[in-house]
């Protein structure tokens, strides 16, 4: 209940302070992230903009645009972004890349390189350099689209107070460097962090180099829903800036249909026991070489990646959703771990048992049949 009164009031806040920056990524808001997406996946999102700007120039105006990614071999993502364009300004077009370097397990974070605003019509050096009538000179949003700007990022997921979290860091150049001063200070350092506090909804923040930057994202299925606000920290200014108003609302969908891995790998595949010295790895349904035990799947619907943690010692550790108890008696009269099993293996298993009986009826009617004819036998004789 807790978890969902902070959602509430997070999300009542944004609501009412909302300006929304356009995505820039197919990871967080304006701030990449170190995952990429799958072999054979792809993403697409459709992003309506809207912008009312008094400062640094006076202009409204809607402006909508897309974004692709594709993953290659678990280990780059390419990305396309294309739209944003204003009145007579040429359309903002850019390619993105990002390569994963490290990948993320139980202790070490995800780490990867990447390039974002290749081909990008708008210089790193001419943002702060354009005069009146330069192509991009009323665009209010051209510091996020100088070209060729490099990054290294790594992101950890983590379990905190109960809810799963990503925090993401790392640093860049061009358009991840502050035009103001005080942003310079930080001279491209950019960090995130997201958390959900329930299933397939998670609150997103930001510090992209430039702004404080806030989200809320929610998945149904391939489906994702996503809103934003841009530069938190102009609420607390009076110099015209507090008037911006950036809205930007995305529609995305993942074709996973044909990738083997998801973007992010799930830390609720790993058991947690630091007891455990030497825990290893398998995937449900196998059969452990040590141990000889079949660890069928809890529920047909889950996926193949599905796996649980085999102690040295033969215990059995596995993710909520799998758990395979002591064999104990439920109050049905099943044994937990049975309890555990799908209702075709349950039906198997129940079938065994009544073989089982039976045949251990027909033992017995075996020997009391011996016994008569022996005792026939000594009769006769």
Avoid at 266 to 289: Q, S, W
């Amino acid at each position: 209940m807790k978890k969902v009164i902070l959602s509430v009031i997070v999300v009542v806040a944004m609501f009412g302070l909302l300006e929304a920056a356009p995505f820039q990524t197919l990871g967080m808001l304006r701030t990449p992230d170190a995952y990429v997406l799958p072999h054979m996946a792809a993403e697409f999102m459709l992003v309506g903009y809207y912008r009312d700007v008094a400062k640094p120039v006076e202009i409204d105006g809607f402006a909508p645009y897309m974004m692709a990614g594709v993953g290659i071999l678990d280990r780059v993502e390419l990305g396309l972004f294309i739209g944003d364009k204003i009145e007579d300004e040429p359309l903002v077009y850019f390619l993105n890349v990002k390569a994963k370097i490290l990948q993320e397990t139980p202790r070490l974070p995800q780490l990867s390189v990447g390039i974002d605003n290749i081909l990008s019509p708008v210089g790193e050096t001419s943002v702060r350099e354009l005069n009146p009538g330069d192509d991009y000179y009323a665009h209010p949003d051209k510091a996020s689209y100088e070209h060729f700007s490099p990054y290294v990022v790594a992101s950890k997921q983590a379990v905190v107070l109960g809810m799963p979290w990503m925090f993401n860091l790392g640093l860049g150049a061009h358009r991840f460097t502050g035009q103001a001063s005080r942003a310079r200070i930080f001279n491209g350092l950019f960090t995130s962090a997201e958390m959900s506090p329930f299933r397939n909804f998670a609150i997103q923040g930001e510090f992209d180099g430039h702004e404080i930057n806030a989200g809320i994202k929610y998945t149904w299925k391939n489906w994702g829903f996503r809103v934003g606000a841009q530069a938190l920290e102009d609420l607390t200014k009076d110099n015209g800036y507090e008037d911006n108003l950036r809205v930007a609302f995305g529609l995305s969908y993942v074709m996973d249909k044909y990738a083997e891995a998801k973007r992010r790998p799930d830390i609720g595949l790993y058991a947690r026991d630091e007891h455990m010295e030497d825990p290893y790895i398998v995937d449900l349904g196998t059969v452990p070489d040590e141990d000889g035990v079949v660890i069928p799947p809890s529920d047909t619907s889950y996926p193949e990646s599905e796996v649980v943690v085999i102690p040295p010692a033969g215990g059995v550790s596995t993710t909520p959703s799998t758990t395979i108890e002591t064999p104990g008696q439920t109050g049905s009269g099943i044994s937990t771990s049975q309890a555990q099993l799908s209702p075709e293996v349950r039906d198997l298993l129940e079938e065994l048992r009544v073989l089982r009986t039976e045949r251990e009826k027909a033992q017995k009617s075996l020997e009391e049949l011996r016994a008569w004819i022996e005792q026939l036998k000594s009769e006769k004789n």
